[in-house]
């Protein structure tokens, strides 16, 4: 990693400082803040309304751009992926997700994973490291940037999903740090409460998130109903069992404020947690902790050829949800995108050109 300072990675509160430091006025940090965030610029020589002599100190002394995207997939439903590479070379990878109303970005936290969700590709690469906080919020802007042009505004809001590469509650204070800068209204100004993190089940960091006043929404990746399933689908299972995670969760629930709720995920994996009993389990499950507020998003399984697992048949994972519904439990079906440039949930595995992107029809566009 390069030594100087990410400044996409330091709030407004510590680039005053800075530029106090520095003997700079006051209203340079606002207006540098802006420039990084709000218009996205990404390097010193286009913020033109900056003195030259003060562009050229911040130059060698930081960066605003550390990310280089080295492929970008397109997807027939228009879901974007890209494959982008850190300073020290380690990949990246962020998903661009379009619906009729809103945009939803799926950024990383780490570049691979140290977690072996047995039904997970990016398990395969290993952690290789964890992201900076510089690097969380430069995805989301060279995401943008790629979208609508460099500085464009956004025609409706950007949902975040912290669902990419990486166990984000391994990485838990780079994690907040950025979202706090992504919350900033003189930046990007995306609200946590439209920010999902998604966990396997990392449990201190639940009791921790449910602290925070200003937390984004909670996802649990669950998978399975019984510790001895859930052992062998997620071997996290083995250091914070079901009983573990279902009382955090528990606590968390406790402080959701009123209309509030989060999720349990539930990856379908064909003969494997899908049958009826799994259902039926599963809503005992929550019925046991009497857990309320919490609703269930069923998610077909998204193939790999190093994955040994298959997809639930539709017709399956429309009953597992009536079985749910008809015992209480708000349950939903995500619609998998970007599945032919492997862009969907559990699919991000640093695949590049030349791997079997080719053969599943994919654009591939050079960034
Ligand atoms: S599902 Fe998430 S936590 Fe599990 S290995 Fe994949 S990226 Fe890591």
Not at 125 to 142: A, D, F, K, M, S
Not at 208 to 216: G, V
Not at 294 to 311: M, R, S
Request: aromatic content about 6%.
């Amino acid at each position: 990693m390069s030594d100087k300072l990410h400044l996409l990675g330091i709030s407004k509160a510590e680039l005053e400082d800075l530029a106090a430091a520095a003997g700079e006025p006051r209203y340079r940090t606002t207006q540098v803040f802006k420039a990084l965030h709000q218009r996205r610029l990404r390097s010193f020589d286009e913020i033109t309304d900056l003195p030259k002599r003060l562009r050229a100190t911040m130059a060698e002394k930081a960066v605003i751009s550390s990310l280089s995207v080295e492929s970008r997939y397109v997807s027939t439903d228009g879901t974007r992926r890209y494959l982008m590479k850190t300073a020290d070379g380690y990949s990246v990878e962020t998903v661009y997700i379009p619906t009729e109303n809103r945009d939803t970005i799926c950024f990383s936290s780490q570049s691979g994973c140290p977690l072996k969700c047995d039904f997970c590709l990016t398990a395969k690469l290993g952690l290789l490291r964890n992201l900076t906080p510089g690097e969380i919020v430069e995805q989301i802007i060279i995401v943008l940037n790629d979208v609508y042009g460099v500085g464009a505004e956004t025609p409706h809001g950007t949902n975040l999903v912290g669902m990419g590469a990486g166990e984000p509650f391994l990485n838990f204070d780079n994690l907040i740090a950025a979202l706090r800068i992504m919350a900033d209204e003189d930046g990007l100004f995306i609200v946590p409460n439209r920010v999902t993190v998604s966990t396997a089940g990392i449990v201190p960091r639940i009791y921790d998130l449910a602290q925070l006043d200003d937390r984004p929404h909670l996802a649990i990746s669950l998978a399975a109903p019984t510790d001895e399933l859930r052992q062998r689908l997620m071997p996290i299972n083995k250091k914070w069992d079901i009983d573990a995670l279902m009382k955090a969760a528990k606590e968390f629930e406790r402080s959701l404020k009123r209309g509030e709720r989060f999720t349990f995920e539930y990856v379908m994996l064909g003969g494997v947690n899908d049958t009826d009993r799994h259902a039926v389990e599963l809503a005992n499950l929550l019925g046991r902790y009497r857990l309320k507020k919490v609703k269930v998003n069923l998610i077909p399984h998204n193939g790999a050829e190093q994955l040994d697992y298959t997809a639930s048949t539709p017709e399956q994972v429309l009953r597992f949800k009536s079985i749910l519904e008809s015992r209480d439990v708000s349950a939903y079906v995500r619609s998998p995108r970007g599945r032919d440039i492997y862009a969907a949930c559990g699919q991000l595995a640093a695949k590049s050109e030349g791997s079997r992107l080719d053969s599943a029809r994919s654009a591939v566009l050079s960034a």
